[in-house]
């Protein structure tokens, strides 16, 4: 996995960094060359918001008031990156793993695609799903066997539309439409 690791203050997330990058994933980290919280400003290119990031941990302290050192978990939010807020030990707990964190975290943003859609065309559909890419949203919307053509899509159009509104950084939105199959078949 790509992790970006935020870290509320400096040096909270070495043990679970070094952790990570002992498990082959790929560690990234928003703080520019002076320790700053945002490598985007010294050039725009830098921001590893510009690549795929599976999911962004966020290292804080227990009780600790939200500091300018997390701002990478403010971009990661504007722009759909699954967020797991992990504090000191929680990344050895029992039962959990880093990996069980961010599928639930990128099921909660996949579910959040969902819901735009779902309060977008309201009826009509069956079911709805969605899977989070690198720059990519895909959208299967399930429909009545019966619906038409011209009806599906403009279901289609307005189900991009909600994804657009809910996810603006996103640029591809694929649309699918598949038409369910009756009880007979």
């Known amino acids: 996995m790509d992790v970006l690791v935020i870290e509320s203050s400096p040096g909270i997330a070495t043990t679970l960094q070094n952790r990570l990058t002992r498990d082959g994933h790929e560690v990234i980290s928003c703080n520019d060359s002076h320790g700053g919280p945002c ?3 010294e050039s725009n290119e830098t921001c ?3 690549k795929h990031i599976d999911v962004a941990i966020l290292a804080r302290e227990r009780d600790a008031h939200p500091t300018l050192n997390e701002m990478g978990s403010v971009c990661a939010l504007r722009h759909r990156v699954p967020l797991v807020t992990l504090y000191p030990g929680d990344e050895f707990g029992p039962g959990e793993s880093t990996e069980v964190a961010a599928a639930v ?3 909660e943003v996949e579910a ?3 819901a735009a859609v ?3 065309l309201r009826h009509g559909v069956e079911d709805i799903a969605a899977t989070r890419e690198f720059q990519r949203i895909h959208v ?3 429909v009545d066997r019966t619906m038409s053509a011209q009806t599906i899509g403009r279901l289609a159009d307005r189900a991009r ?3 657009r509104e809910h ?3 996103t640029p591809v939105v694929d649309i699918s439409v598949v038409r369910a199959p009756t009880s007979i078949d």
């Open 39 to 41: 490598r985007g400003v």
């Open 48 to 50: 590893p918001m510009t």
């Open 105 to 107: 975290a990128r099921r």
């Open 112 to 114: 959040g695609y969902v």
């Open 118 to 120: 779902r309060r977008q």
């Open 140 to 142: 299967t919307i399930s």
């Open 161 to 163: 539309q909600a994804v």
């Open 167 to 169: 996810d603006p950084h």
